[in-house]
């Protein structure tokens, strides 16, 4: 059987990453998807509620028993001893579930699994996890004004989420290949997408 390429895929918030997952996943790529996992295991009766719950009080807990996502942004960008906290209960969770979708995606004779990793960059593991680092690049004007309008944000608020991410700098660094994800139409996203899939494993036909 071929080896399996595992790739790593990180991009800036608005930077079109999960475009690009779509795309890769159009040409036979199989996603594990970080942040969705993450929103699964912090939804109504979730997994890691449990715990958020007893770390962070019932405040942070909805009515519906989901994580309360706008109190617990409010409190760790004041507070960086909660991010730590939050991230001590998520990322064990989310590590035990990627390893087991990733698992299952070899099983079924996919020649790529594609690990949608906001945060790879940060993260001291997942870099020797991965064979290959994409990183999806915009410039931060670009990214403020995408997700002003996607998530109906104020520029200050969105600039406050890409402070409390990697650099761009330092994750171009991290970068083995980088898309530059500003001005393209979804067809030469697309493009540029096929145009590296063979690197991966994919049919660039």
Known sequence: MASVVRLGL????GSGKSTVARLLADRGAAIVDADAIARDLTAPGGPAMPLIAVTFGQDFVTPEGALDREKMRA???????A???????LHPLVGLETQRQASSA??????????DIPLLVESPSW????????????????????????NHLTRNDVKKIIASQAGRERRLGAADTIIFNAG??????????????????LSSA
């Open 10 to 13: 990180t991009g800036g918030i």
């Open 75 to 81: 409190l760790v960008y004041t507070d960086p001893s």
């Open 83 to 89: 991010r730590q906290r939050l991230e001590a209960i």
């Open 106 to 115: 070899v099983s079924q004779g996919h020649s790529c699994v594609v690990f």
């Open 127 to 150: 870099r020797q996890k991965v064979d290959h680092v994409l990183v999806v690049d915009c410039t931060p004007d670009v990214q403020i004004s995408r997700v002003m309008a996607r």
């Open 184 to 201: 393209l139409s979804i067809q030469e996203l697309a493009d540029e997408v096929r145009q590296i899939s063979h690197r991966f494993g």
